[in-house]
Nanobody, 113 residues
Framework: QVQFVESGGGLVQPGGSLRLSCVGS????????MGWYRRAPGKQLELVAG???????KYAESVKGRFTISRDNAKNTVYLQMNNLKSEDTAVYYC???????WGQGTQVTISS
């Protein structure tokens, strides 16, 4: 079963940007759906952005126009470009594939001045 390692998180000021990376332990080319999720303190896990194998994307309303998901199958990597970050984006971010209940360590994103 493919496993994922997330990276790229950090502490940034409101309005800043980050790019998260998610590298799979094996090829992701055949995976139908890859998603970025986040868990904010005291809140449930939510889907932030997702991308189908053929390129269709979906975003949470709260991040539309600010976040962009992309995938590079040749590098077994999924990215999440996050712009105009807000304090409410503070969370641990995870990536995962459709149908998997195994989660990686995630990467912490903290937005604070």
């Amino acid at each position: 079963q493919v496993q994922f390692v997330e990276s790229g998180g950090g502490l940034v000021q409101p309005g800043g940007s980050l790019r998260l990376s998610c590298v799979g332990s094996e090829s992701i080319a055949s995976i139908y759906f890859m998603g970025w999720y986040r868990r904010a303190p005291g809140k449930q896990l939510e889907l932030v952005a997702g991308m189908e194998r053929r390129g269709a994307t979906k975003y949470a309303e709260s991040v539309k126009g600010r976040f962009t998901i992309s995938r590079d199958n040749a590098k077994n990597t999924v990215y999440l470009q996050m712009n105009n970050l807000k304090s409410e984006d503070t969370a641990v971010y995870y990536c995962n594939r459709d149908g998997s209940s195994t989660w990686g360590q995630g990467t912490q994103v903290t937005i604070s001045s």
